[in-house]
């Protein structure tokens, strides 16, 4: 079982910056893939980032695309994302997430392990 623990949402004006970090537990995350998911208030989970267990591949969603950056330690255990020049339309609560074979990163269905969630506020 992986324990996965989400910090560092909290609120922020448009066009500034927060770090979001999702601390792991129970078990190194050696080989798996790592995806940031986000969930605003009546639409569903959706995509947002992910990165491979050695880092030598990220992917985006379109709409963070050149905004957001995510990454990880595996020595600490911990995935990033770092989220510049934010705008309201990124209010959500934001999940980490870890997948096993990272076969279809988009899809949510792909990932074994979810952390609770951190709530970003981006106030215009």
């Known amino acids: 079982q992986v324990q996965l623990v989400e910090s560092g949402g909290g609120l922020v004006q448009a066009g500034g910056s927060l770090r979001l970090s999702c601390a792991a537990s129970?078990?190194?995350?050696?080989?798996?893939?790592m995806g940031w998911f986000r969930q605003a208030p009546g639409k569903e989970r959706e995509f947002v980032a992910t990165?491979?267990?050695?880092?030598?591949?990220?992917y985006y969603a379109d709409s963070v695309k050149g905004r957001f950056t995510i990454s990880r330690d595996n020595a600490k255990n911990t995935v990033y994302l770092q989220m510049n020049s934010l705008k309201p339309e990124d209010t959500a609560v934001y999940y980490c997430a870890a997948s096993k074979d990272g076969i279809g990163f988009w899809n949510r269905n792909s990932y074994d392990f979810w952390g609770r969630g951190t709530q970003v506020t981006v106030s215009s």
């Open positions: 129970g078990r190194t995350l050696d080989n798996y893939v």
């Open positions: 990165i491979t267990w050695s880092a030598d591949s990220t």
